[in-house]
């Protein structure tokens, strides 16, 4: 089974919040950078946010800044992404991964529909 799982997925109007999570089994997410990515109906996957493990700094896509937070919540073993000020386009199925020179390593979940629409 997929060694990384990711929820919180749902339907919210345009201006709704959501909180998605990357829950990792068999391995410690804190000594990996980790990145979350989505994939819109007909289009490729693309980065969207992703937190390195030493010094916790954060990148976020340019059309997310402000209004998406990546962060680590070591106890739970996950790494968590905030949503807020969602738009239709961020419409997706999300997926989290750990990543390695902007790439990512292990093979894809079956990741977390968010749907934004009125």
């Known amino acids: 089974q997929s060694q990384l799982v990711e929820s919180g997925g749902g339907l919210v109007q345009p201006g709704g919040s959501l909180r998605l999570s990357c829950t990792a089994s068999?391995?410690?997410?804190?000594?990996?950078?980790i990145g979350w990515f989505r994939q819109a109906p007909g289009k490729e996957r693309e980065g969207v946010s992703c937190?390195?493990?030493?010094?916790?700094?954060?990148v976020y896509k340019d059309s997310v800044k402000g209004r998406f937070t990546i962060s680590r919540d070591n106890a739970k073993n996950t790494v968590d992404l905030q949503m807020s000020s969602l738009i239709p386009e961020d419409t997706a199925v999300y997926y989290c991964?750990?990543?390695?020179?902007?790439?990512?390593?292990?093979?894809w979940g079956q990741g977390t529909q968010v749907t934004v629409s009125s």
């Open positions: 991964n750990r990543v390695r020179d902007n790439r990512p390593v292990f093979p």
């Open positions: 068999g391995f410690s997410l804190d000594y990996w950078t």
């Open positions: 937190i390195t493990a030493r010094a916790f700094a954060t």
